[in-house]
């Protein structure tokens, strides 16, 4: 049946070393100035590692006159470079500045989830990178955690869009020695 | 051991046509037989029908009776009421694998012995059940494929519209007529399985909805929502809108009375001449809906949502900047002196500046209002009777309705 993947991602675990980021650059073989992940400090003290996410209702898909995207039947949504005109109104439209405009190609691209190596059976390179476990890939249509969070302070809003990502918010350190 | 073995003709003709089709075999059998022949589902709708002279063609049958049965044969006596006539046949049940898959009838004229058109009946029979097996196999298997159909339209996967009609015609949809999407979906859903069941019953009352106004359901089930494809028939373009909104109240009214605990909501998109901008309808009947859900709004279409469709997904930073030039003065006043004059300019905007309106709603005597809306002028620094100023307010109320600040 129909899948809706997505990632989760535990703010607790990050520490911002951009393992994700890079390997993404590496699978991908993006430019320099493409950034499809971007690892990002947030008001609260925190990390995120926010790329496409994949949205149920993705309003790039909605605003492109080319009809560019698409949506596969396991969640993952992709961009036909082939019809992109690089119009850039998927840029506006995104909350999470998810597609990229590469002024080289004159196109726009972005987080495919690593369908190819999905397809193989492996996991995204970000996720299979992470280096404390912190970002996950799960299938929403499934997954039920009642510690999970549909957002975090500082990530975008999510209404309307309904991005499939799911966050495991910081929780209160404990001090052992100090009173 | 020399004899040879006989095959009629009438059989080797009536096999000829079994991969025509049922309208084929059943003319064959009339012609062979040169008698009116009936077949049926298992629920006595007529499938096929073919008369030798092309007069008794049956339509609809009113009642059906069954009288005795033909010795040594399966097949009965029957009598058959249609609106003009009684007829009196012999019938055949069509099965396969002890399902009932239809019935098979011929009417004999009065005078003919029933009797010896039972073999033929029979076997005419067991050719019908391997159409009719064929076409429920083939029901099943399309059944399959209609959700993954479903899934690339709404999400715009199909970019040929000619592969879209194609694909149509499977479930026999027709996507030439400009189509409109609608989403019903449940607040607070959880994958729990009485929620399941409710959207089960959801997709139920809407599918029946349709088929009360003669229209071929074109529905999908998305976890909490329920998508509809509505086609607007050429001769009411006009009537469109207005049969949305019938429609959308008629089950969402449906819906409360059945679980009046739970909330319902829906949006509706636009209507696209084309199939393959479908998607686009879709993803703004999910905008429709869930701004619906934010300002109140029972029947949302995207259509009427003005101004609040740019505002939904400007910068958020950009849209607490404006409202903070523009009615931060106000808000300051609020908290510092304990009053509620941003209460008072709300009502007035949702009144349509209407003093006398506002006044009433907000039971506040008319003079009263006027030293607020004084006061709210000094705060503010201009004048509420200048157009622009009141669009301006007018935004940045709707900014702080769509739960952006």
Same mark, same amino acid.
């Given at each position: 049946?129909?899948?809706?993947?997505?990632?989760?991602?535990?703010?607790?675990?990050?520490?911002?070393?951009?393992?994700?980021?890079?390997?993404?650059?590496?699978?991908?073989?993006?430019?320099?100035?493409?950034?499809?992940?971007?690892?990002?400090?947030?008001?609260?003290?925190?990390?995120?590692?926010?790329?496409?996410?994949?949205?149920?209702?993705?309003?790039?898909?909605?605003?492109?006159?080319?009809?560019?995207?698409?949506?596969?039947?396991?969640?993952?949504?992709?961009?036909?470079?082939?019809?992109?005109?690089?119009?850039?109104?998927?840029?506006?439209?995104?909350?999470?500045?998810?597609?990229?405009?590469?002024?080289?190609?004159?196109?726009?691209?972005?987080?495919?989830?690593?369908?190819?190596?999905?397809?193989?059976?492996?996991?995204?390179?970000?996720?299979?990178?992470?280096?404390?476990?912190?970002?996950?890939?799960?299938?929403?249509?499934?997954?039920?955690?009642?510690?999970?969070?549909?957002?975090?302070?500082?990530?975008?809003?999510?209404?309307?869009?309904?991005?499939?990502?799911?966050?495991?918010?910081?929780?209160?350190?404990?001090?052992?020695?100090?009173? | 051991?020399?004899?040879?073995?006989?095959?009629?003709?009438?059989?080797?003709?009536?096999?000829?046509?079994?991969?025509?089709?049922?309208?084929?075999?059943?003319?064959?059998?009339?012609?062979?037989?040169?008698?009116?022949?009936?077949?049926?589902?298992?629920?006595?709708?007529?499938?096929?029908?073919?008369?030798?002279?092309?007069?008794?063609?049956?339509?609809?049958?009113?009642?059906?009776?069954?009288?005795?049965?033909?010795?040594?044969?399966?097949?009965?006596?029957?009598?058959?009421?249609?609106?003009?006539?009684?007829?009196?046949?012999?019938?055949?049940?069509?099965?396969?694998?002890?399902?009932?898959?239809?019935?098979?009838?011929?009417?004999?004229?009065?005078?003919?012995?029933?009797?010896?058109?039972?073999?033929?009946?029979?076997?005419?029979?067991?050719?019908?059940?391997?159409?009719?097996?064929?076409?429920?196999?083939?029901?099943?298997?399309?059944?399959?494929?209609?959700?993954?159909?479903?899934?690339?339209?709404?999400?715009?996967?199909?970019?040929?519209?000619?592969?879209?009609?194609?694909?149509?015609?499977?479930?026999?949809?027709?996507?030439?007529?400009?189509?409109?999407?609608?989403?019903?979906?449940?607040?607070?859903?959880?994958?729990?399985?009485?929620?399941?069941?409710?959207?089960?019953?959801?997709?139920?009352?809407?599918?029946?909805?349709?088929?009360?106004?003669?229209?071929?359901?074109?529905?999908?089930?998305?976890?909490?929502?329920?998508?509809?494809?509505?086609?607007?028939?050429?001769?009411?373009?006009?009537?469109?809108?207005?049969?949305?909104?019938?429609?959308?109240?008629?089950?969402?009214?449906?819906?409360?009375?059945?679980?009046?605990?739970?909330?319902?909501?829906?949006?509706?998109?636009?209507?696209?001449?084309?199939?393959?901008?479908?998607?686009?309808?879709?993803?703004?009947?999910?905008?429709?809906?869930?701004?619906?859900?934010?300002?109140?709004?029972?029947?949302?279409?995207?259509?009427?949502?003005?101004?609040?469709?740019?505002?939904?997904?400007?910068?958020?930073?950009?849209?607490?900047?404006?409202?903070? *030039? +523009?009615?931060?003065? @106000?808000? #300051?006043?609020?908290? &510092?002196?304990?009053?509620? %004059?941003?209460?008072?300019? $709300?009502? =007035?905007?949702?009144?349509?500046?209407?003093?006398? *309106? +506002?006044?009433?709603? @907000?039971? #506040?005597?008319?003079? &009263?209002?006027?030293?607020? %809306?004084?006061?709210?002028? $000094?705060? =503010?620094?201009?004048?509420?009777?200048?157009?622009?100023?009141?669009?301006?307010?007018?935004?940045?109320?709707?900014?702080?309705?769509?739960?952006?600040?």
């Amino acid at each position: 049946m129909f899948k809706q993947l997505g990632y989760s991602f535990n703010a607790d675990d990050c520490i911002g070393c951009k393992a994700c980021e890079i390997a993404c650059k590496n699978e991908n073989q993006t430019p320099a100035h493409v950034r499809w992940r971007k690892v990002t400090k947030t008001s609260g003290d925190f990390f995120l590692s926010v790329s496409c996410n994949h949205c149920d209702n993705p309003e790039c898909f909605r605003v492109c006159p080319e009809r560019a995207f698409t949506k596969r039947q396991d969640g993952i949504v992709e961009i036909d470079e082939n019809r992109c005109t690089g119009c850039q109104l998927c840029v506006t439209a995104c909350p999470y500045s998810a597609p990229q405009f590469d002024p080289e190609t004159q196109k726009m691209s972005k987080c495919q989830m690593c369908y190819p190596r999905q397809d193989a059976g492996l996991p995204p390179a970000c996720v299979e990178a992470c280096t404390t476990g912190a970002l996950n890939h799960v299938d929403l249509n499934k997954f039920s955690d009642l510690e999970a969070t549909r957002t975090l302070p500082g990530f975008p809003n999510i209404k309307i869009t309904s991005p499939s990502i799911v966050f495991y918010p910081v929780k209160p350190r404990k001090r052992y020695f100090i009173k | 051991m020399n004899k040879s073995i006989i095959i009629p003709d009438m059989v080797q003709e009536l096999l000829s046509t079994t991969t025509e089709g049922l309208p084929k075999l059943t003319n064959k059998l009339c012609t062979l037989l040169s008698l009116p022949v009936l077949i049926t589902d298992p629920h006595y709708q007529i499938l096929a029908s073919s008369s030798p002279s092309g007069d008794l063609v049956i339509k609809t049958i009113l009642a059906i009776q069954q009288l005795e049965q033909i010795e040594s044969t399966p097949a009965l006596k029957y009598q058959i009421t249609t609106i003009d006539s009684e007829l009196c046949g012999v019938g055949s049940p069509i099965t396969h694998e002890n399902n009932t898959l239809g019935y098979l009838f011929i009417f004999p004229k009065d005078n003919q012995p029933t009797e010896s058109y039972a073999p033929l009946l029979e076997f005419a029979a067991s050719l019908v059940a391997i159409q009719l097996y064929r076409k429920l196999e083939m029901r099943q298997e399309k059944m399959k494929f209609k959700e993954a159909f479903l899934f690339d339209l709404l999400y715009g996967n199909i970019k040929q519209k000619e592969e879209i009609y194609e694909y149509g015609r499977v479930w026999d949809w027709d996507f030439h007529q400009p189509q409109t999407s609608l989403v019903f979906a449940m607040t607070d859903f959880n994958h729990v399985l009485t929620d399941k069941q409710m959207i089960n019953t959801l997709l139920y009352i809407i599918e029946r909805a349709l088929l009360d106004i003669s229209i071929k359901p074109v529905t999908m089930k998305r976890q909490n929502q329920v998508i509809v494809i509505l086609p607007m028939k050429a001769e009411q373009s006009k009537k469109h809108r207005a049969d949305i909104e019938t429609f959308s109240k008629n089950v969402i009214n449906q819906l409360k009375s059945l679980y009046p605990e739970e909330i319902f909501s829906c949006g509706i998109g636009q209507t696209y001449e084309s199939p393959v901008d479908l998607f686009r309808s879709y993803q703004e009947a999910k905008v429709a809906l869930d701004l619906g859900e934010i300002l109140g709004i029972a029947i949302p279409f995207f259509t009427d949502l003005g101004v609040e469709r740019i505002l939904y997904k400007h910068d958020l930073q950009e849209l607490r900047e404006y409202y903070e *030039a +523009t009615l931060g003065e @106000l808000v #300051l006043y609020d908290e &510092t002196n304990n009053v509620q %004059l941003m209460e008072t300019l $709300e009502g =007035l905007v949702t009144n349509q500046f209407d003093m006398t *309106a +506002t006044s009433q709603a @907000l039971f #506040l005597h008319r003079n &009263t209002l006027r030293y607020r %809306l004084k006061k709210i002028e $000094e705060i =503010l620094d201009l004048k509420l009777d200048d157009l622009n100023n009141k669009l301006n307010i007018t935004a940045a109320i709707k900014i702080k309705q769509l739960r952006k600040i």
